[in-house]
């Protein structure tokens, strides 16, 4: 008998709202006549199958590629749906997280999957920022406050800027929120224990 996991994410009908959780991280949008295109390079194939697949829940086509430096890249086609969320994240070509913004379960298991990765042996878990978009970084950590999981900033300054999360009950609560790691994930990511 298998036993099924449930989690906080999957408790919740998937929305294009989801994708969010990508442009919190690294993920980038573009826009032009209507429509607007998310897409988010990932480090392992893994997690560009894991992203397409939570995309493809979204009820929107995902494509995965190569992107210019060779690593796994992940992209919705561009279509006029994800337009509001693109005006929500943007000021002009800037992106900016809309002010209020909580992720939701869903929103964080994306950018977990797209971004997140464990540290010393799993007693810490980062959720990568984006290191191009320096003024999202402060809004984010406050959005995780707001979402209950307080983290701390780390290399703001360097190429890898990110939100860790340490202690037991953040990183229970996150774990809660996101659920197990998917199946055929690197075991060295350090996913948060379920």
């Keep these: 008998m298998v036993q099924l996991s449930f989690f906080s994410a999957e408790s919740v009908p ?13 993920g980038q949008v573009v826009t032009a006549n209507g429509n607007a295109r998310i ?6 194939q893994w997690r560009a ?11 929107l086509d995902a ?11 992940v992209r919705t086609a561009s279509v006029p749906a994800l337009a ?19 992720p939701g379960p869903r929103e964080l298991r994306i950018w977990a999957l797209a971004a997140g990765h464990g540290e010393n042996g799993g007693e810490r878990f980062v959720l ?13 950590a406050q959005s995780l406050i707001r979402a209950g999981i307080a983290p701390t900033m780390i290399g703001t300054r360097g190429a ?4 860790r ?4 009950r953040r990183l229970t609560r996150l774990a809660e929120n996101i659920g197990e790691a998917p199946p055929d994930a690197d075991p060295n990511v350090g996913w948060p224990p379920f």
Excluded: F, M
């Design 84 to 102: 509001p969320l693109a005006s929500q994240w943007t000021r002009g070509a800037i992106k900016s997280p809309p002010g209020g913004w909580v």
């Design 160 to 163: 890898n800027p990110g939100l």
């Design 14 to 26: 998937p929305a294009v709202t989801d994708l969010s959780g990508l442009l919190a991280g690294p």
């Design 49 to 59: 199958r894991a992203v397409a697949a939570q995309i493809e829940q979204c009820g």
């Design 165 to 168: 999360i340490a202690g037991r």
């Design 39 to 44: 897409s988010v390079v990932v480090d392992a």
């Design 128 to 140: 990568a920022l984006d290191p191009r978009a320096p003024d999202t970084h402060a809004p984010l």
């Design 63 to 73: 494509e995965i590629g190569v992107s210019e430096e060779g690593h796994p890249l």
